[in-house]
């Protein structure tokens, strides 16, 4: 079966711009999360989704947000971009609510670059 | 922050057992221990989980101390492609708990 995908998987974005990033669940799974990973912060996490609500969400302003279709799909939206938000963004899916019992499967990730 | 610790790094020669230890000593009664890994440049991949009971699956075995302080993942015959970053998560099922990652075991399979 299809794993989680993510597009795109290269990025590269102008300070100030905003950039909006895509995820596509494995089939079946309703909780989708979100998690950015630099050199020096590692793995965060951002949000998570479940039936279209956001259920959880990480310690990062406001410029970070989120949001899931009716079919699981998620996107997530940076806005007013820095040069700090460079980083690898990674989308998880999981069959069950928050992860619970079966693990979350991630995508390869979205590598943003701000300029 | 990450409720474990874990070695920086660790060695281990290719067909041998892989040993990676973990620490959470304030683990609460309802929290399961998970694994995940990371090969270079892609996504976390899960390994395994547990709550007090030894685990067993295709991918690796999880050890679980009886005081549940702390956890011992096995990978029985490691090969190449088992060379990763190796996360020792503490979580609850229940809700919508975020996975904290800590900076896990840098694991370097040699021929």
């Known amino acids: 079966k299809a794993g989680v995908t993510q597009t795109p998987r290269y990025l590269i974005k102008t300070r100030g711009q905003q950039v909006t990033l895509s995820c596509s669940p494995i089939s079946g799974h309703r909780s989708v999360s979100w998690y950015q990973q630099t050199p020096g912060q590692g793995l965060q996490f951002l949000f998570e989704?479940?039936?279209?609500?956001?259920?959880n969400k990480g310690n990062f302003p406001g410029r970070f947000s989120g949001r899931q279709f009716s079919n699981s799909r998620s996107e997530m939206n940076v806005s007013t971009l820095e040069l700090g938000d460079s980083a690898l963004y990674l989308c998880?899916?999981?069959?069950?609510?928050?992860?619970?019992?079966?693990?979350?499967?991630f995508g390869s990730g979205t590598r943003l670059t701000v300029v | 922050d990450a409720k474990t610790t874990q070695p920086p790094s660790m060695d281990c020669a290719e067909g041998r057992a892989a040993n990676l230890p973990c620490n959470h000593s304030t683990i609460s009664g309802n929290e399961y221990v998970y694994w995940y890994r990371q090969i270079h440049s892609q996504g976390p991949q899960y390994i395994i989980h547990?709550?007090?009971n030894n685990e067993t699956n295709e991918m690796a075995s999880l050890i679980i101390t009886e005081d549940r302080k702390s956890s011992t993942l096995i990978l029985p015959h490691a090969t190449l492609r088992d060379t990763a970053v190796y996360y020792c998560i503490v979580r609850s099922p229940s809700g919508f708990q975020k996975l904290v990652f800590g900076t896990g075991t840098r694991l370097l399979v040699s021929p």
């Open positions: 547990g709550l007090k």
């Open positions: 989704y479940f039936s279209e609500t956001q259920r």
């Open positions: 998880a899916s999981s069959l069950g609510q928050g992860g619970a019992n079966y693990g979350y499967t």
